[in-house]
């Protein structure tokens, strides 16, 4: 079947289901938050209409650059430990049979129904002197006494990569499942060891997934603001950790817009970045 | 911003208004009837929970006026969930209890509607403290509540309590403290000025908050969370995960009363005194019932059964209460009390708010 160009105007009816939907849901809100991310702050009372650039210069200033640059890295590190656990993990489950593929999607989607206070606070429980699991280490006798191993940026990244990693295999799995089994099957033929089969047949030809994949977990890992502020100490707040403070507690939303703009505005230059990277590799293979 | 403009309660406010709206139209005389109702902003939790069991029945069996109680998030939250919905013309709740630093901040944009003092029969039997007014001299609110928030500490990690504020400093407690994570709700310029530098008057030039900062920034390493969530820092303090810090103390009483190993002090520079007013969002349409309400709960014995069910100190001036000398210290204290800048957290918020988290974070 030959795909027709367009020819009337009512061809293009099928898109505007979806192009009224994205704006409504997307344009809209992001437009007025722009709008309000020029607006002027009022002290100690809320925002009016206007073309001002201050909130915007209030951000450029190294503690916010830091806390932005902190913000990236933690993102960065998630996505990186969200495939890097995910990618053999969803590989081995596509070889297991249908059934305990079944149970292990339930038991990942039912991890996907809690919410990010439940896994904040139960981690923190996990990580406690009091209750946590070193005092579980003290009595296999691995440990000399309990200790607390939350707030720290470790206890950050580990709830952090618990909340991403149903989704990285969610995106994971349609394509390793298609992945065709022949070509293993081949590289074992010619001698190469499972491993060795893994990392240079595997991993390859699954290059665009798993660069989709890391795109996707750092785009949802940069939006965290709760588990780190649970787990985490001030230093390893994020910028939404800021962004929230601003918007909720201090009724400043133009500064609050601001932050959030630029955030969109550096995620979207790193992606564009990335896939730019990355074609440019394949052109070049 | 997301958060707020799908906010759950404001979406269900339209949709209850648009199917009020067409109950009007068709049977006007069973909507006067179910009319009589009341949806009353109070903090989650503890004191929501205690006023849904000791206050709003008798209120509803006294009046005839049903309560709808809401849960509102502490800190802002809740005024900017209040003032979108206002601009829509929407009242996620009709009466809401507010802090002081709120009301300021609602009273800028005329968010409260005035409440008429003659509707109130012991309103000359407020502290002065209590009544929230407008610079023109319209009343704003009507105090609530107060509640002190104090030194608080665990039993089973400090068998001998603290006597003052500067307990916070002492190098012993490193790691082990646990402090509200902001400017506008810790208080702590407050607590330094008052513990070091002689009076919350210190605070008055930018030298002296400068100075305050300083001294502040050096509880950094005894600290060990700063808490924006009540229930992150009372779960820890019971199990005595981080045995000491500041919180509420109507709270911690109740805790102690449920049996678990904290207790809380009033230190010798005297406990940080916060209150909350009834405030009536302009955006409601019950302003009769909101006065019948706010009436109600200005009387002493409302009051009083507040002080001895809910832990909270009393509104009204003391001897128009019938509370012993005993049950007034488990809610209050003679000492002279520390009383938050609010004036500063409107004029200099956003420098506060900065120098605060470069504090903190840096």
């Known amino acids: 079947m030959r795909r027709e160009a367009p020819q009337k105007l009512t061809d293009y009816a099928p898109l505007a289901f979806p192009a009224i939907m994205l704006t409504v849901f997307f344009v809209i809100p992001f437009g007025t938050m722009i709008a309000v991310s020029f607006f002027q702050r009022q002290q100690g009372g809320f925002y009016t209409p206007a073309f001002v650039l201050s909130n915007y210069e209030r951000f450029a200033s190294l503690f916010f650059a830091n806390v932005l640059g902190f913000s990236l890295t933690l993102a960065v590190l998630v996505a990186i430990c969200c495939v890097a656990i995910g990618v053999p993990f969803t590989y081995l489950l596509t070889r297991m049979s249908r059934r305990a593929q079944i149970v292990w999607m339930v038991a990942l989607l039912s991890v996907l129904s809690l919410s990010e206070v439940i896994i904040g606070f139960a981690w923190s429980t996990l990580f406690s002197r009091t209750a946590g699991i070193t005092n579980l280490l003290v009595a296999l006798g691995l440990m000399q006494k309990a200790v607390a191993l939350s707030p720290g940026f470790p206890a950050v990244l580990t709830a952090m990569v618990y909340q991403a990693l149903p989704y990285t295999i969610l995106v994971l799995y349609p394509a390793l499942v298609r992945l065709d089994p022949t070509l293993t099957e081949a590289a074992r033929t010619l001698g190469a060891s499972p491993l060795r089969a893994f990392f240079t047949v595997v991993v390859p030809a699954l290059r665009a997934t798993i660069l989709a994949t890391l795109i996707m977990v750092f785009i949802f890992a940069l939006g965290s603001y709760l588990l780190p502020q649970i787990l985490g100490r001030p230093q390893h707040w994020t910028l939404s950790v800021l962004i929230t403070d601003q918007a909720i507690y201090q009724s400043n939303m133009p500064f609050a817009a601001a932050m959030a703009v630029f955030l969109v505005l550096v995620t979207l230059a790193l992606v564009t970045l990335t896939l730019f990277a990355g074609r440019k590799r394949e052109a070049a293979a | ?362």
Request: one cysteine or more.
């Open chain 2, 1 to 362: 911003m997301t958060k707020i403009l799908n906010s759950p309660i404001s979406r269900r406010a339209v949709l209850g208004g648009t199917a009020a709206a067409i109950g009007a139209l068709s049977m006007p005389s069973i909507l006067r009837a179910q009319d009589r109702s009341l949806k009353v902003g109070v903090y989650g939790g503890y004191f929501k929970d205690s006023f849904d069991k000791n206050i709003f029945p008798d209120f509803t069996a006294a009046t005839g006026i049903a309560v709808e109680s809401i849960a509102e998030p502490t800190g802002e939250a809740w005024l900017v969930q209040l003032e979108q919905a206002a601009k829509a013309g929407v009242a996620p709740a009709d009466v809401s209890m507010m802090s002081q630093v709120a009301m300021l901040k609602g009273q800028s944009t005329d968010l409260w509607a005035p409440i008429d003092t003659s509707k109130i029969k012991n309103y000359d039997g407020l502290l002065g403290q209590f009544v929230n007014k407008y610079p023109d001299g319209r009343v704003a609110g009507i105090g609530a509540v107060a509640w002190y928030i104090t030194l608080v500490t665990n039993t089973d990690v400090y068998p001998e309590a603290p006597d003052s504020w500067a307990a916070l400093w002492d190098p012993a407690n490193a790691d082990k403290l646990g402090l509200l994570a902001l400017v506008s709700n810790s208080f702590l310029l407050e607590v330094t000025a008052k513990t070091f530098m002689g009076g919350t008057g210190a605070l008055d030039t930018e030298e002296g908050l400068n100075k305050a900062f300083e001294k502040l920034a050096e509880v950094k390493p005894n600290v060990r969370l700063w808490y924006r969530d009540e229930a992150q820092f009372e779960q820890a303090l019971k199990s005595g995960e981080i045995p000491m810090g500041q919180y509420y103390h109507d709270v911690t009483g109740l805790a102690a009363a449920d049996g678990h190993p904290v207790r809380s002090t009033f230190p010798k520079e005297g406990g940080i005194q916060d209150s909350g007013c009834w405030a009536l969002s302009r955006a409601s349409g019950k302003v009769e019932e909101a006065h019948v309400f706010i009436d109600y709960m200005s009387q002493p014995a409302i009051q009083a059964t507040l002080s001895r069910k809910v832990g909270t100190a009393p509104t009204l001036k003391r001897d128009l209460l019938d509370l012993t000398a005993e049950e007034f210290a488990s809610v209050s204290s003679d000492i002279d009390p520390i009383i938050p800048r609010y004036d500063l957290y409107q004029t200099k918020s956003d420098w506060l708010n900065q120098k605060w988290t470069e504090m903190i974070v840096g």
